[in-house]
């Protein structure tokens, strides 16, 4: 590959990041054209909302949505979030701005914004999701083919220790990961980042060895840095333990307080509140499609309807 092309494949994820806004932008602007239509079953008017007046509110409200999108990193160039992570940040942004447009209807006093039909926000909730979701799966589907064909791949170097046998494995079969691995280096990871980097494009360094000292990995991170490269660490298992901690001080000493679970004081009466008000509800509104679901299960196989399964650890 020529370097004019290399430069354009480390603009990869902008590209995407302007597609996955486009196709929000659009999704959206459709989602709501669709409610509007379905609620006035073809007419041009609902109530005190002729339709250009319809789509004029909505254009304007268009730039919320996607300040709201972006505020969950949807657009994020630099680490664009992917697979379930992507849609629940996409779920709560379309919420986020509906939200806004109700409540703005809410304070805009016109006799329109009274009369402004519930049922065009219950389809709208509807075909924005559908649509944005749609959107984004068919993204995801051409970057993946763009994986396959080797463009837009990270240039990658793996700082892998002993124990990044699998992390290796799995990036270098798993186009998905979106990284070319340039090489997995076990010792003196300077030097050979200086050697790997005269001879290729690092765009990234990954660091899977936990037995590295602050000091080592303060050198390293301060080699990438100024070269634009990013650093990624592999956290060791007490780093991921310390996620659940409580800064405290003990004798007039700073200490951290690991946690046995969230569960612990107001996290108990907030987890306490949820199931109330929302978990119960939902719980009894989707009882008879678990009820049908399990009827189905029986039928079409053998075994019982709910699986079980010993599992080890936490």
């Known amino acids: 590959l020529s370097a004019d092309w290399r430069i354009e494949m480390k603009k990869f994820n902008l590209y995407v990041a302007i597609a ?3 196709i929000d932008l659009v999704a959206i602007f459709l989602g709501l054209i669709i409610a509007y239509h379905l609620r006035s079953e073809g007419a041009t008017q609902i109530y005190s909302w002729p339709f250009d007046k319809y789509l004029r509110f909505i254009t304007l409200m268009l730039p919320v949505w996607l300040i709201l999108l972006a505020s969950q990193g949807l657009y994020n160039v630099r680490n664009l979030p992917r697979g379930w992570n992507a849609f629940g ?14 409540i703005t209807l809410y304070l805009w006093r016109s006799p329109e914004a009274q009369v402004f039909p519930r049922l065009v ?9 559908v649509l944005t979701v749609t959107g984004r799966v068919i993204l995801g589907y051409l970057v993946f083919l763009c994986y396959r064909l080797r463009l837009g791949l990270i240039n990658t170097v793996v700082l892998a220790g002993e124990n990044a046998g699998n992390l290796l494995q799995e990036m270098t079969k798993n186009y998905r990961n979106g990284r070319r691995i340039l090489a997995a280096v076990k010792s003196n990871y300077l030097a050979t980042l200086g050697q790997i980097g005269q001879r290729d494009s690092i765009e990234e360094i990954i660091c899977a060895d936990s037995k590295l000292d ?16 990013n650093f990624t660490l592999v956290p060791s298992l007490l780093s991921v333990r310390t996620t659940n901690v409580e800064v405290s001080t003990f004798a007039g000493t700073p200490v ?21 008000i929302l978990v119960i509800p939902a719980l009894i509104i989707a009882l008879p499609f678990v009820v049908i679901l399990a009827v189905g299960v029986k039928l079409s196989s053998p075994g ?7 599992r080890v650890g936490e």
């Open 214 to 229: 602050e000091g080592e990995l303060l050198e390293i991170l301060n080699w990438a840095e100024p070269r634009g490269i």
């Open 256 to 276: 951290l307080i690991f946690k046995q679970t969230p569960l612990e004081g107001w996290g108990r009466v907030l987890k306490r509140i949820i199931d109330i």
């Open 304 to 310: 019982p309807v709910f699986y079980r399964e010993p």
């Open 89 to 102: 940040r996409l779920l709560i942004g379309l919420l986020s701005g509906w939200g806004v447009m109700i």
């Open 20 to 22: 996955s806004l486009l």
């Open 121 to 129: 926000i219950a389809y709208g909730l509807f075909w924005t999701l």
